[in-house]
C-alpha cells in the first residue's frame, strides 16, 4: 500500500499561487494547489484521489506525504516572512491513524517555525462536515497553527461557523467576487462579512480576484488580501514568486485619492511590547510583573504577524494562587499561553481614521483597537486616543461638506477631477453634472423650506440610486456632482436616467393639489416678468474622461454641456 501511495505523490507537483496585501501589493502567503492529477491512472478530479484515499483509510497517511511535499518545495521560496497556505481535508482528523505532532516534526526537518503554515478548510458540505470543521479549527488552533475558512459563503451555514470558529482567516468565495463591482448585493454581502470577521478579530482573503475593478471593489469594501489571476496565476516554477507585484502597486497609486484616506497619525499609536505566542507561562507573569500598568498583551507569532491578545484578569487565578508561579516555571507543565489568546479588533494602518472609527463603532464595549502593518503588530490606539481622532475628523468633515446634505463640497469635487485627469490613462472616469430647473421660481413660491426639502430628497436619491463606492457631492444650492471610476458609460447614463425620472415623479409631491393637477405654477422670472413655469426637474450633462481627453479643454466641454443638457428631459453625454 505504502509503495502504491508513494509512487503516487511521486507524480504529483505543487504549484503555488501568491495572496497580497490588498493595500501595498506586497506577498504575503502563498497557497499549495496540487497539480499532475491527470498522471495517476482513472483520476480525473483532484477530489477523486482524495475519495480514494479515504475509502483505502489511508487519508491521514496521504495527507501527511503530501503535506511534506508542498512544504519541502516552499522552504526553497527565499523571500522572507512568507506564508504557506496548505488545503487540508476535513476527514482526516476522523482517520483511523491520525496523530497530533506531525507538521511540527516536517516543519522543524526544513527549519520552518509553526506560524509559516496556514491550513485550509473548506466550508463546502453538509451540515455534519461544519461540526467537523469546527472541531478540526479548535483542535488546530490547540496547537497554535494558523486556520483559515476557504470557500467562505457557499457552504451551509457559513454564519454558524464564522460564530463558533476560532479562524485567523476567511476566504470569500469566487462566486461572491466575481464581478462585484456591478453587483450591488453581492457588494453589501462581501462588506457585512468583511465588518463581520473583522470584529471578531480575523482577516479576510478575496479569492479569484480577476479584474482590476473587481480589485478596487474588493480592497475599498475593507478586503485585506488578494488572490486570483490579475496578481498571478498558479504557478510550479518557484523563482516566478515575487516580494512584490508592481502591477498591484501601479494600480494603487492610480486608485488613490488623498483624501479619501485621513491617515492615523503615529502619536495617537501606544507601542505596547509584545511576546510570542510560543513564550512560556512563566514568560507570561513576568511581563505583567514587569509592566504592572498593562492589563492585557499582545500576542504575535514568529514572523511578528498580530494574533491576539491575553488579558491579565484571565490568568490572575493561577498566577496568584499559591503554586501558580512554581508550575509555570515546571518544564513539565503543559499549560500554552495560547489557551488565553482572545481575538480582538485591529486594523491596517493604512485604512486611515474613518474606517478605524467605523470598525470601533460596531464594537462600542471595546477598550480599544490594535494596529497593524502588513499584518504585523504596530501599536494600539486607546479609547480616548479614538475619540480625539472622531472629534478631530468630525471637525474636518464638517469644514469640507455642505451643511444642508452632508454631502462632500467643493474642495473634495477639485480633487476628484484633478485625479481623474492625471490618471486617465489608467482608468476612465466619468463626471456628472447636476442643475434643477425652475428651482427659483419654486423656492420664491413654497418658500426655502421647502425648498431645502427638494435638494434634500435629490440628494437622498443619488445615494440610493449609485454604488456605494460613487463619489457624491454637494456643489451648492442646487447643484450636485457625482464622479465614477472605471464604469460604463451605458451603465452611468441608465442610472442617470432612471434617477432624473424618479426624482421628476418624487418632486410632485412638494407641490399643492392644484399646482400637481395642472402640472405648472405661476410666478415671476428674473426680470419679475409673470410667467407660467413647469414643475421641478433635474438636467444631467457627463462627461467621460479617457486617455484621449485633453486638460485644457475640461472647462469650456462642461460649460457648453451644462447649457445644451437644460433643454432636455434626459440626460446628455460626451467625451472630450
Given at each position: 500500500?505504502?509503495?502504491?501511495?508513494?509512487?503516487?505523490?511521486?507524480?504529483?507537483?505543487?504549484?503555488?499561487?501568491?495572496?497580497?496585501?490588498?493595500?501595498?501589493?506586497?506577498?504575503?502567503?502563498?497557497?499549495?494547489?496540487?497539480?499532475?492529477?491527470?498522471?495517476?491512472?482513472?483520476?480525473?478530479?483532484?477530489?477523486?484521489?482524495?475519495?480514494?484515499?479515504?475509502?483505502?483509510?489511508y487519508l491521514y497517511e496521504f495527507d501527511l506525504l503530501l503535506r511534506e511535499k508542498a512544504i519541502e518545495k516552499f522552504s526553497k521560496i527565499s523571500i522572507e516572512n512568507l506564508q504557506l497556505y496548505y488545503n487540508l481535508d476535513n476527514r482526516t482528523i476522523h482517520a483511523k491513524n491520525y496523530t497530533k505532532g506531525n507538521t511540527k516534526k516536517i516543519l522543524k526537518k526544513y527549519n520552518l517555525p509553526k506560524s509559516v503554515i496556514c491550513f485550509e478548510l473548506s466550508e463546502r458540505g453538509t451540515i455534519?462536515?461544519?461540526?467537523?470543521?469546527?472541531?478540526?479549527?479548535?483542535?488546530?488552533?490547540?496547537?497554535?497553527?494558523?486556520?483559515?475558512?476557504?470557500?467562505f459563503g457557499v457552504g451551509v451555514?457559513?454564519?454558524?461557523?464564522?460564530?463558533?470558529?476560532?479562524?485567523?482567516?476567511?476566504?470569500?468565495?469566487?462566486?461572491?467576487?466575481?464581478?462585484?463591482?456591478?453587483?450591488?448585493?453581492?457588494?453589501?454581502?462581501?462588506?457585512?462579512?468583511?465588518?463581520?470577521?473583522?470584529?471578531?478579530?480575523?482577516?479576510?482573503?478575496?479569492?479569484?480576484?480577476?479584474?482590476?475593478?473587481?480589485?478596487?471593489?474588493?480592497?475599498?469594501?475593507?478586503?485585506?488580501?488578494?488572490?486570483?489571476?490579475?496578481?498571478?496565476?498558479?504557478?510550479?516554477?518557484?523563482?516566478?514568486?515575487?516580494?512584490?507585484?508592481?502591477?498591484?502597486?501601479?494600480?494603487?497609486?492610480?486608485?488613490?485619492?488623498?483624501?479619501?484616506?485621513?491617515?492615523?497619525?503615529?502619536?495617537?499609536?501606544?507601542?505596547?511590547?509584545?511576546?510570542?505566542?510560543?513564550?512560556?507561562?512563566?514568560?507570561?507573569?513576568?511581563?505583567?510583573?514587569?509592566?504592572?500598568?498593562?492589563?492585557?498583551?499582545?500576542?504575535?507569532?514568529?514572523?511578528?504577524?498580530?494574533?491576539?491578545?491575553?488579558?491579565?484578569?484571565?490568568?490572575?487565578q493561577i498566577s496568584?494562587?499559591?503554586?501558580?508561579?512554581?508550575?509555570?516555571?515546571?518544564?513539565?507543565?503543559?499549560?500554552?499561553?495560547?489557551?488565553?489568546?482572545?481575538?480582538?479588533?485591529?486594523?491596517?494602518?493604512?485604512?486611515?481614521?474613518?474606517?478605524?472609527?467605523?470598525?470601533?463603532n460596531q464594537d462600542p464595549n471595546s477598550s480599544g483597537i490594535f494596529i497593524t502593518k502588513a499584518n504585523k503588530y504596530h501599536g494600539f490606539i486607546d479609547l480616548r486616543s479614538l475619540l480625539q481622532l472622531s472629534h478631530k475628523r468630525t471637525i474636518e468633515i464638517a469644514e469640507n461638506q455642505n451643511p444642508l446634505t452632508r454631502l462632500p463640497g467643493n474642495k473634495q469635487i477639485e480633487r476628484f477631477i484633478y485625479d481623474s485627469l492625471e490618471n486617465k490613462n489608467s482608468y476612465k472616469s466619468h463626471i456628472l453634472y447636476f442643475d434643477f430647473d425652475n428651482f427659483k421660481p419654486f423656492n420664491d413660491t413654497y418658500g426655502f423650506r421647502q425648498g431645502d426639502r427638494a435638494i434634500?430628497?435629490?440628494?437622498?436619491l443619488l445615494q440610493k440610486k449609485y454604488p456605494s463606492d460613487t463619489f457624491i457631492a454637494h456643489i451648492g444650492g442646487d447643484d450636485f456632482f457625482i464622479g465614477i471610476k472605471n464604469s460604463d458609460i451605458e451603465d452611468v447614463y441608465e442610472?442617470?436616467?432612471?434617477?432624473?425620472?424618479?426624482?421628476?415623479?418624487?418632486?410632485k409631491n412638494l407641490y399643492n393639489e392644484t399646482d400637481k393637477k395642472n402640472g405648472h405654477i405661476k410666478g415671476k422670472d428674473r426680470f419679475g416678468e409673470n410667467r407660467?413655469?413647469?414643475?421641478?426637474?433635474?438636467?444631467?450633462?457627463?462627461?467621460?474622461?479617457?486617455?484621449?481627453?485633453?486638460?485644457?479643454?475640461?472647462?469650456?466641454?462642461?460649460n457648453v454641456m451644462k447649457k445644451y443638457s437644460k433643454d432636455l428631459d434626459r440626460p446628455i453625454s460626451a467625451s472630450f
Open positions: 500500500m505504502k509503495i502504491k501511495w508513494n509512487s503516487i505523490v511521486e507524480k504529483l507537483d505543487y504549484a503555488f499561487q501568491p495572496i497580497i496585501h490588498a493595500h501595498s501589493g506586497k506577498i504575503f502567503a502563498v497557497e499549495a494547489l496540487l497539480r499532475n492529477v491527470e498522471k495517476i491512472p482513472n483520476i480525473n478530479y483532484i477530489h477523486d484521489i482524495f475519495d480514494l484515499a479515504y475509502e483505502e483509510n455534519e462536515d461544519q461540526n467537523n470543521l469546527v472541531e478540526i479549527i479548535q483542535n488546530y488552533n490547540s496547537s497554535n497553527y494558523n486556520i483559515a475558512i476557504d470557500d451555514s457559513g454564519l454558524k461557523l464564522l460564530y463558533f470558529s476560532q479562524a485567523n482567516i476567511i476566504k470569500i468565495d469566487r462566486f461572491f467576487i466575481e464581478n462585484i463591482n456591478e453587483d450591488a448585493k453581492k457588494r453589501l454581502f462581501c462588506s457585512s462579512i468583511i465588518n463581520m470577521a473583522h470584529i471578531m478579530g480575523m482577516k479576510v482573503v478575496a479569492e479569484g480576484v480577476e479584474t482590476l475593478k473587481e480589485f478596487y471593489t474588493c480592497k475599498n469594501i475593507g478586503a485585506d488580501f488578494i488572490q486570483g489571476y490579475l496578481v498571478q496565476k498558479p504557478t510550479v516554477d518557484i523563482d516566478e514568486i515575487k516580494p512584490i507585484y508592481k502591477d498591484i502597486v501601479k494600480y494603487l497609486l492610480n486608485e488613490k485619492r488623498a483624501d479619501d484616506n485621513a491617515p492615523i497619525e503615529q502619536e495617537f499609536i501606544q507601542n505596547i511590547v509584545p511576546i510570542n505566542i510560543d513564550s512560556s507561562l512563566h514568560s507570561l507573569f513576568l511581563y505583567f510583573k514587569d509592566y504592572s500598568h498593562s492589563s492585557f498583551v499582545p500576542i504575535v507569532d514568529d514572523y511578528d504577524n498580530f494574533i491576539g491578545v491575553i488579558y491579565e484578569v484571565d490568568i490572575k496568584y494562587s499559591q503554586y501558580g508561579l512554581a508550575l509555570a516555571q515546571n518544564k513539565s507543565y503543559s499549560t500554552k499561553i495560547s489557551k488565553y489568546v482572545k481575538q480582538v479588533i485591529s486594523i491596517e494602518a493604512s485604512w486611515g481614521i474613518d474606517k478605524a472609527l467605523q470598525i470601533f434634500l430628497l435629490f440628494a437622498e442610472r442617470t436616467k432612471e434617477a432624473l425620472d424618479e426624482f421628476r415623479w418624487s418632486v407660467i413655469f413647469e414643475l421641478l426637474s433635474c438636467s444631467c450633462a457627463i462627461i467621460e474622461i479617457s486617455n484621449n481627453s485633453k486638460k485644457a479643454n475640461f472647462d469650456y466641454t462642461l
